[in-house]
């Protein structure tokens, strides 16, 4: 897995948005660039589609979402919208994985300003979703909270981190992400 470098992220506000408010709706769109390392984070009303490879489809996309009295962080991957072959969709869902941590990272460390200003943000329960057309990949796990120990820092010059097998529960389907348009 790639280490969070800090120094590698940029960060847009869109929308009227701060580094504060307004909490929900927020939405996140997390791109990168394959030959600088650098990740580009941009927070806004809408995902911003203008920054996402339509090719491609490596963007992380991620908002907060309230549930009752409850907030959530839910994330989508697009592993595959049946474009791509069952090993090529199986890489790729290997690969989010594998930099699922490092993205989420770059989004706590990019918005810090807003988990500073509302500190209950940081227990809220981080829900992805991996959309696929293979029901293989097609799952919504439960990847723990930023404020427990698996999204503690680390940067550079740290190890980074991958969920345990007990951190990640795939077995409670929490609410259908069927507002996200995959084939956007």
């Keep these: 897995m790639s280490k969070f470098n800090p120094e590698k992220l940029s960060v ?5 948005f701060t580094a504060t408010n307004p909490v929900i709706p927020r939405r996140y769109t997390l791109t990168h660039s394959d030959s600088t390392g650098e990740l580009f984070l941009t927070v806004g009303m809408n995902y911003a589609w203008d920054k996402v490879d339509r090719l491609m489809r490596d963007e992380v996309l991620s908002e907060w979402v309230q549930i009752g009295n409850m907030v959530y962080f839910v994330v989508y991957v697009y592993i595959d919208g049946g474009q791509f072959s069952e090993d090529v969709a ?3 869902n290997e690969i989010f994985r594998r930099e699922l941590p490092l993205a989420l990272n770059a989004i706590r460390y990019g918005d810090r300003a807003l988990f500073d200003a509302y500190p209950f943000l940081k227990q809220a329960g981080i829900i992805v979703n991996f ?7 097609a799952k919504q796990e439960y990847w723990g909270t930023f404020y427990g120990v698996f999204f503690m820092f680390r940067f550079a010059d740290t190890e980074d981190f991958s969920p345990s097998p007990n951190q ?3 077995s409670k389907q929490y609410f ?9």
């Design 168 to 170: 990640i529960s795939s």
């Design 90 to 92: 199986g890489k790729r």
């Design 176 to 184: 259908s992400p069927s507002h996200i348009l995959i084939n956007r």
């Design 131 to 137: 959309q696929s057309s293979y029901p293989q990949f």
């Design 12 to 16: 847009e506000f869109r929308d009227g």
